[in-house]
T-cell receptor, first 116, second 115 residues
Framework: AQTVTQSQPEMSVQEAETVTLSCTYD???????LFWYKQPPSRQMILVIRQEAYKQQNATENRFSVNFQKAAKSFSLKISDSQLGDTAMYFCAFMKRRGGADGLTFGKGTHLIIQP | EPEVTQTPSHQVTQMGQEVILRCVPI?????FYWYRQILGQKVEFLVSFYNNEISEKSEIFDDQFSVERPDGSNFTLKIRSTKLEDSAMYFC?????????????FGEGSRLTVL
C-alpha cells in the first residue's frame, strides 16, 4: 500500500513571497504519478501540477514547480510570487501508473494562508 | 468549461436511513470515482468505476455502499443504512483515461451529516 505524508498542517506567508510545501511518500511501485491538488474555500479540488515518476525533469506550471527526488521519495511544491488567491488546502497525491481506474492516495493536506 | 456536478450540496439524515448522492461526470469521461473526507482528515478513496462495473474499491467501501450509473449520465453513491461515522464530505471525480493520464476532475462535494 502507498502512503503520502505532508508534515506541515498549516503555513502562512506574505503575498509575493515564495513558499515550499513538503510531501514524502512510500511505495514499492516504480511507475506512478504524483500530484498537487488545490482545494480553495469553495471546496472543489483542482489539479495544480503533475509529475510522472519516470521523468527526471521537474514539472513546472507558471508560478508552480516541483522538486521531485525519486530516490528520497520526496515531492515538494514551490509557489513563487504567492498571491492571495493561492490561499487554500494543498494536497499531495499518488497514483499507480498501471492502467485502469486506480484511485489517488492523498496526504492530509497543508493549509496555506497568503497574508496581504 | 465542463465540470463535475454533485447534488445535493448538503444532506442531513437520521442514522439508519438510506442516502443517495448524485454526480454528473464530465460527458466524455470514462472513469468515475468517489472519495470522502471526514472533517479534519485526509481525502480517502472509496471506489472507482469503469465500463459499468467497479474497478477498485477500498476497505471503507463495505456492503453498506453501492454505486450505479443508471442512465449514462448520472453516477450515484448509495449508503444503505447510514451510521454516524459516515458523516463526511463526499467527492465525485471523473477522468477521461484513468491512470493513463492521472488527471481527475473533482466535483464540489456533497456534505453528509448523519444525526
Amino acid at each position: 500500500a502507498q502512503t503520502v505524508t505532508q508534515s506541515q498542517p498549516e503555513m502562512s506567508v506574505q503575498e509575493a513571497e515564495t513558499v515550499t510545501l513538503s510531501c514524502t511518500y512510500d511505495t514499492s511501485e516504480n511507475n506512478y504519478y504524483l500530484f498537487w491538488y488545490k482545494q480553495p474555500p469553495s471546496r472543489q479540488m483542482i489539479l495544480v501540477i503533475r509529475q510522472e515518476a519516470y521523468k527526471q525533469q521537474n514539472a513546472t506550471e507558471n508560478r508552480f514547480s516541483v522538486n521531485f527526488q525519486k530516490a528520497a521519495k520526496s515531492f515538494s511544491l514551490k509557489i513563487s510570487d504567492s498571491q492571495l488567491g493561492d490561499t487554500a488546502m494543498y494536497f499531495c497525491a499518488f497514483m499507480k501508473r498501471r492502467g485502469g481506474a486506480d484511485g489517488l492516495t492523498f496526504g492530509k493536506g497543508t493549509h496555506l494562508i497568503i497574508q496581504p | 468549461e465542463p465540470e463535475v456536478t454533485q447534488t445535493p450540496s448538503h444532506q442531513v439524515t437520521q442514522m439508519g436511513q438510506e442516502v443517495i448522492l448524485r454526480c454528473v461526470p464530465i460527458s466524455n469521461h470514462l472513469y468515475f470515482y468517489w472519495y470522502r473526507q471526514i472533517l479534519g482528515q485526509k481525502v480517502e478513496f472509496l471506489v472507482s468505476f469503469y465500463n459499468n462495473e467497479i474497478s477498485e474499491k477500498s476497505e471503507i467501501f463495505d456492503d453498506q455502499f453501492s454505486v450505479e450509473r443508471p442512465d449514462g449520465s448520472n453516477f450515484t453513491l448509495k449508503i444503505r443504512s447510514t451510521k454516524l461515522e459516515d458523516s463526511a464530505m463526499y467527492f465525485c471525480a471523473s477522468s477521461i483515461a484513468g491512470a493513463n493520464t492521472g488527471e481527475l476532475f473533482f466535483g464540489e462535494g456533497s456534505r453528509l451529516t448523519v444525526l
